[in-house]
């Protein structure tokens, strides 16, 4: 029977049946998907090291396979954890059942990931320590990457338990913050050893920050619009019944829900990716460190881009002799770890890193030629000056406009050969989050359906919620920040209610607040402590 309510204004409303047991055959469906899942894993990760001749041993094997495991676990409570909000609005206007709901939703992250850039995942792997980026096969490489990924699943699951809607992006920059800050504390006394890039965490930061905002703000105000420009009644009604809504209020709430469910796995599912892709090259560098796929006709623009780089560099570095490739590399990341690369001193260094990896290039005739043993060198090359080269571009500095366009299209290139992101890691971090989108939903659900606002959610609130959610996930997406899906559509919904005049339960709120101001310095602890350990242990 269904469960009734008051809608605030002497109605009933009427609430969903979210206690409808799946049939047995979606629970076989659901483990088939799962381990065709890590079956294609295995099989494209053979594949790949078997294509690049770099065969791996039994324990390196393992040890990448638990890895990528707990990385796609984070991806499957991130499914169940974020991706409830989506859902929310049209289980409880009755304009999907909840299980027909919750599919639907899986299928649209699923696109969300395929159809993804890749540009959020890099951004958030550009919190991370320098030399842990550039070691990512060392013991304090995998160290890192199990501390982060456990201590974000470990605060996810924490929150999804008490029903509390929590940030799986807030808790996984957390985290790499924690593992940065622990890096640095542990280092020996004067040696050169990176925290936390707090320029980019700064940014990363304001993103998070202001998204809930923008939320509540733009929330409410277009539920004001639509008052105003849509006179219809039945569009600020709560359910009476149990019955879907009109066909055309119907659409419009699938719609919303949609847009946040693709949105969430465009912006979502990448920061998983870019943590699998730290994984995959310090396990298996020869076949991931650099794109094999690039084709080989691109290879005079990349030389043509590096010497025309090299140039640029050359010529702001006053004259001092070039340095060898060792000592170059040294000092690009030393100017890295210090966010100070505008020196003559590194531009010479640049010069002849961006020289080495031309001249390199050209003579192996594409990327998919460099031999196993030249790939972790000229991969760090072209990482550290690409990312000089963007801290360069954020600076003042007294390169010309042409300069400066230089080396923006030799940061291009340098982009297009690292940073990348494989299909099969797509369609595994796609399948990750879309199944977890159909386990443990009903606690955040009930949480956002129910208990942020005093009233039942009316179609016109659900609707103005998941639209500006949908807008500012797909917005941050393009722009590359990671966003909290669970913070935006919260606020959404709290700003609907704000608005509508239905008031607000405070104590629901506080917890949201609450588990927002905690997220970030308890991900810090758990990763540092585990850190520390692993560091250790291992």
Known sequence: MTDVTLNGHGAVAAKPALDKKTHPAGGVAFLLVLLAGLAFVAYSIIQDVRGAGEPLQIGVFLLLGLALLIALGFEFVNGFHDTANAVATVIYTHSMPPMVAVIWSGCWNFAGVMVSTGAVAYSVITLLPVELILQTGSTAGYAMIFSLLLAAIIWNLGTWALGIPN?????????????????????????????????????????LLFSPIVGFIASGLLLLVMKFLIKNKTLYESPKSDAPPPWWIRLTLIGTCTGVSFAHGGNDGQKGMGLIMLILIGAAPTAYALNRTLPDSGVAA???????AQGVFASHAGGSPPPSAATARKVVGDGLRAHKVDTPEVFGALSVLSDDIGTQVKGYGALSHVPAAAVPNLRNEMYLAGDAIRLIGKGKTSLSSVEKAALRGFEGKLDAGTRFIPYWVKVAVAIALGLGTMVGWKRIVVTVGEKIGKTHLTYAQGASAELVAALTIGAAEVYGLPVSTTHILSSGVAGTMAANGSGLQWSTIRSIASAWVLTLPAAMAIAGVLYFILRHVT
């Open 167 to 207: 940030s799986s992006s807030h808790a996984l920059v957390g985290s790499i913050m924690g593992v940065g800050l622990a890096n640095q504390l542990m280092a020996p006394a004067g040696s050169a050893t990176s925290g936390v890039d707090w320029s980019q965490a700064v940014k990363v930061g304001q993103a």
């Open 302 to 308: 990349f030389v043509a881009a590096a010497h025309q």
